[in-house]
């Protein structure tokens, strides 16, 4: 008998054996960033797949620019990463009935949830799929860069006519320099703080499809943006077209300090930062004013971008045990440090407060810490950044900054066209 069952035995061992030495899974992820975020999430990674040997993860990376057009294919092909660090406003384009990414609700034993507010959940759940973990809360802040301001011999604005005044203070002292830069999805959220706190209503009603403000209302919009760039606080398109497409952090007058500084997520603020070059290669928060008698600071405050999992994906367990790692686990969590900002997860915010990553002091915790402290009720909705709308507020302030058009012709024009985009974008 003995002898009968050796074989099977044998096939046993044999089948186990064949089973270890299975082949590898292999999973891809994609993100955008600057090039100390690549670094960090490649070094994360490589621990990744020390601990997971049988994971081996392939890396996609760029910068921000070209990074939707190409998810937004790959999604339509069924061709998109396992995990993809997604943008919180990509809900509505990608996922309006929460079907769009892989439900990590399913994923529990894979994705320690407890580890996050069940309110930062929400906000990034849709019809009770969970389609993303939010890495961070992020509110853009101003930061500037300190040695520039003193040579300029001007101090930070504490108000929206100082920072105008600062604006025509550079022009002043050297034609060429600027209080700030700003891109233009910077120029519009900023402008918004602006409506926001002078009108105390949100920019888009949902319910109503619609925006909520009257003509007249949309000239001023366009007339601040003007004032702003006529004031020479930060260049105009016009004058950012000529440093080609590149990203603004990327461009030769913010690697030599000649721009003052930026409106900017406090998450991409050390982005910019390491690519200035001594001795302008030190950013410092500045301050966030409010107009007179503001009940609201016209915060844009939403969950950073998200790790999600594409629906796609032929290795759900796999990618799971990817974001865990680099969201929960010390040896990713230390690898990332502050690179999409202070993190949501209680474990790893503990982890890096214990190791003295998060101090106070540091830009990006500081940012959102004063952002945190401001009145901020009136919350942005995820269409005021739909990607046809930023794309069309692009597009009718270079025609403005070019003087192709006037203030009353732009606020018509992208009125008309912004409601169309609207209620299209809410319909789907």
């Not at 000239?219 to 000529?242: A, C, G, N, T, W």
């Not at 000649?258 to 690519?275: D, H, K, L, P, R």
């Not at 949501?344 to 503990?350: G, I, L, R, V």
Request: aromatic share 12%.
């Amino acid at each position: 008998m003995a002898k009968l069952f050796a074989p099977v035995a044998a096939s046993l061992l044999l089948a186990c054996s064949l089973v270890a030495a299975a082949e590898p899974v292999d999973i891809r992820i994609s993100w955008w960033g600057g090039n100390s975020r690549h670094q960090a999430t490649l070094q994360a990674i490589e621990l990744f797949e020390k601990k997971y040997p049988d994971i081996k993860v392939k890396a996609e990376y760029a910068g921000w620019e070209g990074y939707l057009s190409r998810l937004t294919v790959q999604i339509a092909g069924g061709s998109e990463p396992d995990v993809i660090q997604t943008n919180w406003n990509w809900l509505p384009v990608f996922s309006q009935t929460g079907t769009g990414f892989y439900d990590l609700n399913t994923l529990k034993a894979d994705i320690d949830l407890s580890q996050y507010d069940p309110g930062t959940l929400a906000s990034v759940t849709v019809n009770n799929k969970l389609n993303g973990i939010p890495v961070a809360i992020t509110a853009r802040s101003f930061y500037y860069n300190k040695k520039l301001w003193e040579e300029m011999g001007v101090s930070y604005p504490q108000s929206w006519q100082e920072l105008m005044a600062a604006g025509k203070a550079f022009q002043v002292r050297d034609q060429s320099k600027y209080p700030l830069v700003l891109d233009y999805m910077e120029s519009l959220t900023l402008v918004q703080s602006w409506m926001v706190q002078k009108y105390n209503i949100a920019a888009i009603d949902e319910q109503k499809m619609k925006f909520n403000y009257t003509p007249e209302q949309w000239v001023e919009f366009f007339q601040i943006y003007k004032d702003l760039v006529d004031s020479h606080v930060f260049p105009s398109m016009r004058v950012l077209s000529s440093y080609g497409k590149s990203n603004t952090w990327e461009m030769k007058p913010w690697i030599a300090g000649q721009w003052g500084g930026v409106y900017m997520w406090n998450t991409n603020a050390v982005m910019y930062e390491n690519n200035l070059s001594a001795p302008y290669n030190k950013l410092e928060l500045g301050p966030f004013f409010m107009l007179p008698g503001a009940k609201d600071a016209g915060l844009f405050l939403k969950p950073t971008m998200m790790f999600s999992v594409g629906k796609s994906t032929r290795h759900p367990a796999a990618a799971a045990k990817l974001i865990d790692f680099l969201m929960n686990d010390p040896q990713g969590v230390a690898a990332m440090g502050l690179e999409r900002g202070t993190p949501q997860s209680k474990k790893a915010y503990q982890h890096l407060t214990a190791q003295g990553v998060i101090q106070p002091d540091n830009i990006t915790v500081a940012g959102i810490n004063a952002s945190l402290a401001l009145p901020h009720e009136i919350a942005t909705s995820p269409y005021f950044d739909n990607p046809q709308l930023v794309e069309l507020w692009h597009n009718t302030i270079e025609h403005l900054d070019q003087g192709n058009t006037t203030v009353k012709e732009a606020a018509a024009n992208f009125s008309r066209s912004a409601e169309r985009i609207l209620k299209r974008a809410i319909k789907k």
